[in-house]
């Protein structure tokens, strides 16, 4: 259910062109909910990020424990070979991770930032055409005789 400015205010009480005024809201309206929209997919993003962050600490993880077995091994103590294999393959699995991760929030930062970008736009254009065939309307310049002066 739509809620309109006169349901709130009473009309009386307001010196305006209630139709003008319900136009500018309902375009509001329509700009806020689509600002609601993308800052649902903002989230989504900011998710992704705490993800890459998690993938990137279990890669210095395994980066460590891959370091020490090789270490151990310099040092002549025998590596579990199937341990260093599992983590080479760990590594190689966060590592296709993050980049996966990092390619979505690039791709969804720029799609977010242009739709903004183009809402905005189109909202700017909608007030600024508006505002224009509101002063060509309404603007009426009288001549002035003497007498009125």
């Known amino acids: ?14 010196n305006m062109n209630n139709q003008k005024l319900e ?5 509001t309206k329509t700009v806020a909910e689509t600002f609601g929209k993308k800052s649902a997919e903002h989230l989504e993003v900011s998710r992704k990020k705490v993800e890459i962050l998690d993938a990137k600490t279990k890669l210095s993880r395994a980066y460590e424990k891959y370091g020490e ?3 151990n091994a310099l040092i002549g103590i025998e590596p579990n070979q199937q341990m260093l294999d599992d983590t080479a393959v760990k590594i190689s699995q966060y590592r296709e991770k993050i980049a996966l991760l990092s390619e979505e929030v690039e791709r969804a930062k720029a799609e977010f930032n242009e739709a903004v ?3 905005t736009k189109k909202t700017r254009d909608a007030f600024q055409k508006e ?3 509101m002063n060509k309307n309404e603007i009426t310049v009288e001549p002035q005789n003497e007498e009125n002066v």
């Open 131 to 133: 505002f224009d065939k």
């Open 117 to 119: 970008a183009t809402a």
């Open 23 to 27: 136009e500018v809201l309902s375009k």
């Open 1 to 14: 259910m739509a809620i309109k400015f006169s349901d709130i205010f009473n009309v009386n009480d307001i």
């Open 69 to 71: 077995m090789q270490y």
